[in-house]
């Protein structure tokens, strides 16, 4: 499976507009935020610059700091504010007995619960999680433990990362002895209740959905005819129907004889749910263990980085033009590379509109979108130009 580290950084795009009073030569260069005929890996001009707190300020303007009216017949630059699609991580994490009970050697808390929790703790409270919001559901519950009701209200709910909520509420769940821990595996139950909190939640708040899946073994402990992993892989399809993807992070057991294979049907869930194959944790080595854990939740946090972005209003009242739109990307700072537009994403470091009869949404094509994945400091802005700059189909 392919995924990338976060670029944690909140990407804000900065949406800059030119009056088009008169000619670029006019007024000198056509703005210094604009850039002609680059390609992703090119320096070209800056980007303009990032209104943060979003909207239009008084005043406020790019790096032309030309008169925001236009007089004087320059061609005038406005910042306005916009950003990513916000991310929401429905997480959730099998409390079965399997995970630390002490009834079989492989069983071993110290093995698998307390390494694998160390590092849920470190992503939940981690400042590089910023800009992330996720939800908490054990499984099993403890009460009516085979039903999607009670997986509808997680444990935690969405809650903006970095937070202390989801390590109080682990601890406060952890088995005080071997006969508090929790029986069976209701995963079917677990993914069906999720799937319809997300349901619920995307109506009040849209943004880019993914369920976190956390398990080291099959679905066991309900009816057998619907908690299996059939019954699963069909529930991660149906999410990723409605544009869910689902990411398994699989437990191992300790490598201990005697100890059984209890992940390999898991690969068939993450596929299933459009991510290619779970992410297998060895065990039996703690600090091993916690590190491997943790790289592969920043693994699928960097994935989750949302490429799509809402196209800001044009500055100073004036129509939208499909045409006149450029997109460019900042590096820290390294020099500003235009992106190049191609609805068919077949060109390098590309980017398309989500409809081009009426765009509402500018999407990074996805060897753009994994390089501003990866990086941490990226910057993306949006130029609205005098002139045609890009043809878009009919």
Same mark, same amino acid.
């Given at each position: /499976?392919? @995924? @990338?580290?976060?670029?944690?950084? /909140?990407?804000?795009?900065?949406?800059?507009?030119?009056?088009?009073? %008169?000619?670029?030569?006019?007024?000198?260069?056509?703005?210094?935020?604009?850039? +002609?005929?680059?390609?992703?890996?090119?320096?070209?001009?800056?980007?303009?610059? @990032?209104?943060?707190?979003?909207?239009?300020?008084?005043? +406020?303007?790019?790096?032309?700091?030309?008169?925001?009216?236009?007089?004087?017949?320059?061609?005038?630059?406005?910042?306005?504010?916009?950003?990513?699609?916000?991310?929401?991580?429905?997480?959730?994490?099998?409390?079965?007995?399997? /995970?630390?009970?002490?009834?079989?050697?492989?069983?071993?808390?110290?093995?698998?619960?307390?390494?694998?929790?160390?590092?849920?703790?470190?992503?939940?409270?981690?400042?590089?999680?910023?800009?992330?919001? *996720?939800?908490?559901?054990?499984? $099993?519950?403890?009460?009516?433990?085979?039903?999607?009701?009670?997986? *509808?209200?997680?444990?935690?709910?969405?809650?903006?990362?970095?937070? =202390?909520?989801? *390590?109080?509420?682990?601890?406060?769940?952890?088995?005080?002895?071997?006969?508090?821990?929790?029986?069976?595996?209701?995963?079917?139950?677990?993914?069906?209740?999720?799937?319809?909190?997300? &349901?619920?939640?995307?109506?009040?708040?849209?943004?880019?959905?993914?369920?976190?899946?956390?398990? =080291?073994?099959?679905?066991?402990?309900?009816?057998? *005819?619907?908690?299996?992993? =059939?019954?699963?892989?069909?529930?991660?399809?149906?999410?990723?129907? &409605?544009?869910?993807?689902?990411?398994?992070?699989?437990?191992?057991?300790?490598?201990?004889?005697?100890?059984?294979?209890?992940?390999?049907?898991?690969?068939?869930?993450?596929?299933?749910?459009?991510?290619?194959?779970?992410?297998?944790?060895?065990?039996?080595?703690? +600090?091993?263990?916690?590190?491997?854990?943790?790289?592969?939740?920043?693994?699928?946090?960097?994935?989750?980085?949302?490429?799509? /972005?809402?196209?800001?209003?044009?500055?100073?009242?004036?129509?939208?033009?499909?045409?006149?739109?450029?997109?460019?990307?900042?590096?820290?700072?390294?020099?500003?590379?235009?992106?190049?537009?191609?609805?068919?994403?077949?060109?390098?470091?590309?980017?398309?509109?989500?409809? $081009?009869? %009426?765009?509402?949404?500018?999407?990074?094509?996805?060897?753009?979108?994994?390089?501003?994945?990866?990086?941490?400091?990226?910057?993306?802005?949006?130029?609205?130009?005098?002139?045609?700059?890009? &043809?878009?189909?009919?």
């Amino acid at each position: /499976m392919k @995924l @990338l580290p976060i670029a944690l950084a /909140m990407l804000s795009v900065a949406a800059v507009g030119l009056g088009c009073g %008169s000619s670029p030569s006019d007024g000198g260069e056509e703005g210094e935020g604009a850039s +002609s005929g680059g390609s992703f890996g090119s320096g070209s001009g800056e980007g303009g610059s @990032l209104d943060i707190g979003g909207g239009i300020g008084p005043g +406020s303007s790019g790096a032309g700091g030309a008169s925001p009216t236009g007089g004087g017949g320059a061609c005038a630059t406005q910042t306005a504010a916009a950003s990513l699609q916000p991310v929401y991580l429905a997480f959730a994490f099998d409390v079965s007995g399997s /995970m630390g009970k002490g009834d079989k050697d492989w069983h071993d808390k110290s093995l698998k619960w307390d390494p694998v929790v160390a590092a849920t703790k470190q992503f939940f409270s981690d400042p590089g999680s910023e800009g992330l919001t *996720a939800s908490l559901s054990f499984f $099993p519950a403890d009460d009516d433990k085979c039903s999607v009701e009670i997986y *509808a209200t997680p444990d935690v709910p969405l809650t903006p990362l970095p937070s =202390d909520a989801f *390590a109080e509420a682990i601890a406060a769940i952890e088995p005080a002895s071997s006969d508090d821990w929790r029986g069976g595996t209701p995963t079917a139950w677990v993914m069906r209740g999720t799937s319809g909190f997300i &349901e619920a939640q995307r109506q009040q708040n849209p943004g880019k959905y993914a369920i976190v899946l956390v398990t =080291d073994g099959y679905p066991q402990g309900c009816d057998e *005819a619907s908690d299996t992993i =059939d019954a699963v892989v069909a529930d991660a399809q149906a999410a990723l129907a &409605e544009g869910v993807p689902t990411y398994v992070i699989g437990v191992e057991n300790p490598p201990i004889e005697g100890a059984p294979d209890t992940l390999d049907d898991l690969h068939e869930i993450a596929a299933a749910g459009g991510t290619e194959g779970a992410v297998l944790i060895d065990t039996g080595d703690p +600090s091993q263990t916690t590190a491997a854990f943790k790289a592969a939740v920043d693994r699928i946090r960097g994935a989750s980085v949302s490429c799509t /972005m809402a196209i800001p209003l044009p500055p100073n009242g004036s129509a939208f033009d499909k045409e006149k739109v450029r997109v460019l990307y900042t590096s820290g700072s390294s020099a500003t590379t235009e992106l190049v537009y191609d609805q068919s994403c077949a060109i390098e470091g590309a980017w398309r509109y989500d409809e $081009p009869a %009426s765009p509402t949404q500018i999407v990074l094509c996805a060897d753009a979108c994994t390089t501003v994945q990866a990086d941490m400091v990226a910057k993306l802005s949006v130029d609205f130009t005098c002139e045609s700059v890009i &043809e878009v189909p009919l």
